[in-house]
């Protein structure tokens, strides 16, 4: 099965696998805006991140004798690899606060000032320059609009997730590639993740387990009998969907093509996530998807002269 999955995926072309791959991670994103109603954010985050641990070390199994040999064996080399961990964990729960706070797309847009940022920093060409004051633009037009309607007082809390989880998202590129050149990504990448989720445990996890025992005031579904186990189920399949899937096929597609292919493929994210949120009643309005066009088209200049091998 698991050779036929692969032969799939290498035959299929790479931008349908990206626009797949975009499609079931924010299908699966808009379903936890609405378990959101049953667990706070932050306790839906708590599984999601643990799921996926649980996954990736299950399918990775780095304690194995061959697999330890290729871990780090230096205090810098363990730093490394818990901040890449520690860098995805804070990003997906950045990403959870943000969305309970602002609309899906916007803030899938406003995300992208990570690598952007990242982009300009380690580039030397005009295109990231002008991509970053670009999305800056964008940016700033998203800001503008929403702070000034109803629910400003929200949008800047998610304002300010978003941004700190896009500059995990950025961090999380920088420490993946030191890591990637090192060989044996995935095993220290899910490594990384479940010191992360650890980590993230001291702060979340007593909180998380208890509200699902013990659902918060308003839960519906989650409060009825067999509803944690209903609540458990969705927030594997988000894990899954959002977090597992896309994390195995960006191995595939990464070695078929160029970072900046990849990059510039990504930028439909933004535009899928518009229209997912479109289905759930996410409504934006003509600036916003001004703002998540300009977003879009400063990662298509930025990163569409980018023919180095895809991390």
């Not at 186990?229 to 096929?249: D, E, G, N, Q, R």
């Not at 289905?279 to 300009?294: D, N, Q, R």
């Not at 977003?295 to 895809?310: E, N, R």
Request: contains cysteine.
């Amino acid at each position: 099965m698991k050779h036929a999955i692969l032969a799939t995926l290498n035959r299929v072309p790479v931008f349908l696998i990206v626009m797949g791959e975009a499609l079931i991670i924010y299908l699966a994103t808009a379903i936890a805006k609405v378990a959101f109603t049953q667990l706070d954010p932050l306790y839906a985050v708590w599984y999601r991140v643990g799921f996926m641990a649980v996954m990736m070390m299950a399918w990775r199994r780095p304690w194995r004798a061959a697999k330890r040999r290729q871990l780090p064996s230096d205090v810098r080399g363990w730093a490394v690899v818990a901040g890449c961990g520690v860098a995805v964990v804070l990003m997906n729960t950045m990403f959870y606060v943000a969305i309970s706070n602002m609309d899906m797309g916007i803030a899938v847009a406003i995300e992208f000032m990570g690598p952007l940022s990242v982009a300009v920093i380690t580039g030397r060409s005009w295109r990231e320059r002008l991509g970053i004051v670009i999305a800056a633009c964008g940016v700033v037009l998203l800001a503008g609009v929403s702070l000034a309607g109803a629910g400003g007082g929200h949008f800047a809390i998610g304002l300010a997730a978003i941004l700190l989880g896009g500059s995990m998202w950025g961090v999380y590129i920088v420490l993946g590639r030191r890591i990637a050149s090192r060989g044996n990504s995935l095993d220290n990448l899910c490594v990384g993740i479940a010191i992360g989720w650890l980590l993230q445990t001291i702060v979340l996890g007593p909180g998380a387990v208890a509200h699902v025992i013990h659902p918060k005031a308003g839960a519906t579904w989650a409060a009825a009998p067999g509803g944690a186990w209903k609540l458990l189920a969705v927030l594997f399949l988000i894990s899954t969907f959002a977090s597992f899937i896309p994390y195995m096929t960006d191995q595939i597609v990464m070695r078929r093509t160029t970072s900046g292919a990849f990059s510039v493929m990504q930028s439909i994210n933004p535009a899928v996530a518009v229209a997912i949120g479109l289905a759930f009643g996410e409504i934006p309005s003509v600036w916003e998807c001004v703002g998540v066009a300009c977003v879009i088209a400063a990662v298509i200049v930025t990163f569409s002269g980018d023919q180095s091998p895809a991390d």
